[in-house]
């Protein structure tokens, strides 16, 4: 009987660790993938991300500056359909998607969504697409069959016959007033929309290899029942992430909007016990001609105000480190002092489970 309970209690201890989706039916990379990320809180894994070669490819530029490339690869999602016409960007992110898996990397794939409304972009507020995307609004039949194709492009990231586990991003920074499906005062109809969008894909479309990343924007104004207002639910979240920039001549990620809005993501992680990550950072202008800013700036407040951390995610282009830079230097030092996580330094069986590449 003693070692029943021993068991047992081995038993839940693992259940808690594990987001409430994994439970739900998703692929065993999948949650093996999500019990990693829970686990690794003492040395973040390093991410760069990539916007269908309209600007840089930001892994290619930090294996430029310190000859690695970094364990988290972001990549644009790009519809096929009737407004977003990107057919070939589509095609390299699948080919980059399945690429940096194979090779032991963590992917995420982030979907800033055009107006269903108007046919402009994300920053197109226009026509109320948030209500027209809902139930009952004039733009929901096109909506649906624009997750229609989401889910075919995602059940179609096999490799080996396995899916390859995403960290799905939808939605970004909704506690901002720039996208279409943001709302600075409200977090109402997102939430609304959040849960159905989920629910689609998972229960009407099956898709089995999301870990779902729910992300706000940094806010001088944090609070915890202030971002709670856009929070969906724990059977809706699987990583807790917060997006932020400094653009100032003389850029400062220790600033209060970072550090008060990190204390308010942080303590929601806890309370579900969800894995943290900066899921955007960057800075700029100027940023690319400070000496100091990536080991002396960055990496100082990682380990001072910002701990607890999965993973952080450098944007590319203006935003992150470019080869050549004065910026450069500081960006490798911060990399070799071995606090970050890059490719290679943890292997996909790991992260994936044993079956990894098979």
């Known amino acids: 009987m003693k070692k029943f309970f021993v068991f047992l209690a081995h038993v839940l201890a693992f259940l808690v660790l594990l987001p409430t989706n994994a439970l ?9 993938l999500s019990h990693w990320l829970l686990k690794n809180r003492e040395r973040p894994a390093l991410g760069a991300q990539w916007n269908g070669g309209v600007k840089t490819i930001g892994w290619d530029d930090q294996a430029r500056i310190t000859g690695k490339e970094p364990l988290v690869f972001g990549v644009e999602y790009y519809d096929y359909g009737s407004i ?13 998607l399945k690429e940096k ?7 995420t794939l982030v979907d800033h969504m055009p107006n269903f409304v108007t046919g402009g972009n994300s920053w197109d507020r226009n026509g109320d697409p948030l209500t027209a995307v809902l139930p009952g609004g004039v733009a929901h039949t096109e909506f649906v069959a624009y997750l229609d194709r989401l889910a075919s492009y995602l059940k179609s990231l096999t490799v080996n016959g396995k899916n390859v586990p995403v960290l799905f991003r939808p939605f970004h920074e909704m506690n901002g007033g720039w996208f279409w499906w943001g709302n600075a005062k409200s977090g109402e109809q997102l939430v609304s929309l959040w849960q159905f969008c989920h629910d689609y894909l998972v229960r009407e479309k099956g898709v089995r290899n999301l ?7 940094i806010d001088k104004t944090a609070s915890v029942a202030r971002f709670m207002g856009y929070w969906p639910g724990p059977k809706y979240v699987d990583v807790v992430g917060l997006d932020g920039y400094d653009n100032t001549p003389v850029p400062n990620i220790a600033n209060e909007s970072f550090v008060r809005s990190f204390k308010v993501v942080s303590e929601i992680a806890s309370r579900f016990s969800l894995p943290l990550a900066f899921t955007e950072i960057g800075a700029r ?7 100091d800013f990536w080991d002396a700036g960055v990496l100082t407040a990682l380990r001072k105000d910002f701990q607890g951390l999965s993973y952080i995610l450098v944007w590319n282009a203006e935003w992150g480190p470019k080869d050549g830079t004065p910026a450069a230097a500081g960006f490798r030092r911060m990399v ?11 292997s996909g069986v790991q992260i994936y489970g044993p079956g990894f590449g098979r």
């Open 336 to 346: 070799e002092s071995g606090y970050l996580l890059r490719l290679k330094d943890v």
């Open 24 to 32: 739900a039916g998703n692929t065993e990379e999948t949650v093996a």
């Open 211 to 217: 870990l779902w990343v729910w992300s706000p924007n």
């Open 285 to 291: 202008p100027g940023a690319q001609e400070l000496v």
């Open 101 to 107: 898996y194979l090779a032991g990397g963590i992917v």
């Open 84 to 96: 977003e016409k990107n057919l070939v960007g589509r095609e390299t992110g699948v080919k980059y």
